[in-house]
Nanobody, 123 residues
Framework: QVQLVESGGGLVQAGGSLRLSCAAS????????MGWYRQAPGKQRELVAD???????NYADSVKGRFTIFRDNAKNTVYLQMNSLKPEDTAVYYC?????????????????WGQGTQVTVSS
């Protein structure tokens, strides 16, 4: 059975840091494009960052320079290191996996989603 399980969310003050983890099982993790999405109340879901099987990365402009996505294929885990957090980063963060990058980038026909983890940044 396929599972993507996020962890690491929580409450942090502005300027602080959190590291999110997404542990995958039931998939050939090393072949998958992985992404982190977030959705805040009243806002559209947006792609925060994505990473290719080989480790190439891409970031939304809003988080560039503050967030880092990386993966450990031996542990079947993708991470999102979030530094210099701002209140506008408050959202539920979801990880996603797909065999094709276009699905991750477009946000459509994504093969697998995690259940999400809440990140709250206080001012």
């Amino acid at each position: 059975q396929v599972q993507l399980v996020e962890s690491g969310g929580g409450l942090v003050q502005a300027g602080g840091s959190l590291r999110l983890s997404c542990a995958a099982s039931g998939i050939i993790f090393s072949t998958k494009y992985m992404g982190w999405y977030r959705q805040a109340p009243g806002k559209q879901r947006e792609l925060v960052a994505d990473i290719t099987p080989g480790g190439f990365t891409n970031y939304a402009d809003s988080v560039k320079g503050r967030f880092t996505i990386f993966r450990d294929n031996a542990k079947n885990t993708v991470y999102l290191q979030m530094n210099s957090l701002k209140p506008e980063d408050t959202a539920v963060y979801y990880c996603a996996a797909d065999l094709y990058r276009r699905s991750i980038v477009r946000g459509t026909n994504i093969d697998y989603w995690g259940q999400g983890t809440q990140v709250t940044v206080s001012s």
